[in-house]
């Protein structure tokens, strides 16, 4: 359906769980969450009536996320459900990749079209100081086995930082020549434990695309939000995206669902509307997700505020 600034909104992206395997030094606390009680957190069946309602409501891609949604008990069962939805056209996940490997084959048989694998070094000793507890050799696993299945397009997420792993772009570079991956390189956002860091390690696209002129650009993918570029003869691609100092707000498609059952419709706002107290009620949880949709903000103001007025961290949100 459309908003009331004329979007189609036919995304929804839903955190299935706040719980991680990793803890990235932008992401979450070193020490971890507070536990939710099981009770706060929605059950696959919650989730599955809300995927139901949003699908009525004319969304056709679903993106299962975290936390890390491979945690979660019944994610394959999850994904099989969705799948017989006639509506949902488009069934991914955004993972750390670190069960992905041993998990890949049943969640492609369950209905998972495609996947995003978090990634933001390729380097053994930094991979464990990002995510202060990660092995990177099983992402790399993990990758290879889903382009091994076939579970196109296998896209990276790379959040660049400076002083982190700026060092690195050409070697994500020339793992797309010999790899059909797309390496998309993300912003650092002034959000939860990235706030932290975001003054000293944010990094300018437009730096990097001066330094570097093999890299053409080409067409973008339909409703992507990724500036794509590829260097000549390479098997993958390279894609950037800009949420702070290009945004796309004006094509934003998506709403998400949190863990906990409140719709956010734009990730950097402080708005939520409570679906979980309506979940007995069809009619109401219903109209309650058209007018969520209907009333999303036009757009962010990370730009001139430096910082998100969200109030949810994004392990709680996923991305
Ligand atoms: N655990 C899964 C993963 O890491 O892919 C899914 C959830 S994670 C919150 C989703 C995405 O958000 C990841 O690609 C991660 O790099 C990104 N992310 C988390 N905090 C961020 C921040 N402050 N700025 C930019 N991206 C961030
Ligand atoms: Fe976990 Fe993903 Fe956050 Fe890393 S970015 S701590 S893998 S939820």
Redesign the pocket.
């Known amino acids: 359906m459309r908003d009331s600034h004329g979007r189609n909104i036919n995304y929804l992206r839903i955190?299935v769980t706040d719980r991680?395997n990793?803890r990235?030094i932008?992401?979450m606390p070193e020490q971890g969450i507070k536990k939710l009680e099981h009770v706060d957190i929605l059950r696959f069946e919650e989730i599955f009536k809300i995927v139901k309602v949003s699908e009525k409501l004319g969304i056709n891609k679903v993106r299962y996320?975290?936390?890390?949604?491979l945690v979660m008990k019944d994610i394959d069962k999850l994904i099989y459900e969705t799948s017989k939805l006639q509506g949902i056209e488009d069934i991914s996940?955004?993972?750390?990749?670190i069960l992905l490997g041993d998990m890949a084959s049943d969640l492609k048989k369950a209905g998972l079209k495609r996947v995003?694998?978090?990634l933001?070094t390729l380097d053994d000793v930094k991979f464990k100081s990002i995510t202060r507890i990660g092995n990177l050799d099983k992402v790399m696993k993990s990758i290879d086995r889903c382009l091994t299945l076939g579970l196109k397009p296998v896209k990276i997420?790379?959040?660049l930082m400076r002083g982190f792993n700026d060092t690195e772009f050409e070697d994500f570079l020339n793992l797309t020549r010999e790899m059909p991956i797309e390496i998309r390189f993300?912003?650092?956002?002034?959000?939860?434990?990235?706030?932290k860091i975001?003054d000293k390690s944010k990094i300018s696209f437009m730096e990097i695309l001066k330094n570097h002129p093999e890299l053409t650009q080409i067409e973008n993918e339909k409703s992507s939000t990724a500036q794509m570029y590829k260097i000549k003869g390479a098997k993958g691609k390279i894609g950037f995206i800009s949420?702070v100092s290009c945004k796309f707000c004006a094509d934003c498609n998506k709403i998400r669902l949190t863990s906990t059952g409140t719709i956010k419709p734009c990730l950097h706002s402080k708005e939520e509307i409570n679906l979980k107290q309506y979940l007995n009620n069809e009619e109401m949880l219903t109209n309650t997700l058209k007018q969520a949709i209907f009333d999303k903000p036009l757009e962010h103001h990370l730009e001139e505020e430096k910082i998100s007025r969200s109030e949810k961290?994004?392990?709680q949100?996923?991305?």
Do not use: A, F, K, R
């Open positions: 955190s991680c990793l990235c932008y992401c996320t975290g936390g890390e949604p996940i955004t993972t750390n990749g995003n694998i978090s933001d997420n790379t959040v993300i912003e650092l956002m002034p959000i939860g434990e990235g706030i975001y949420p961290m994004m392990y949100i996923g991305g």
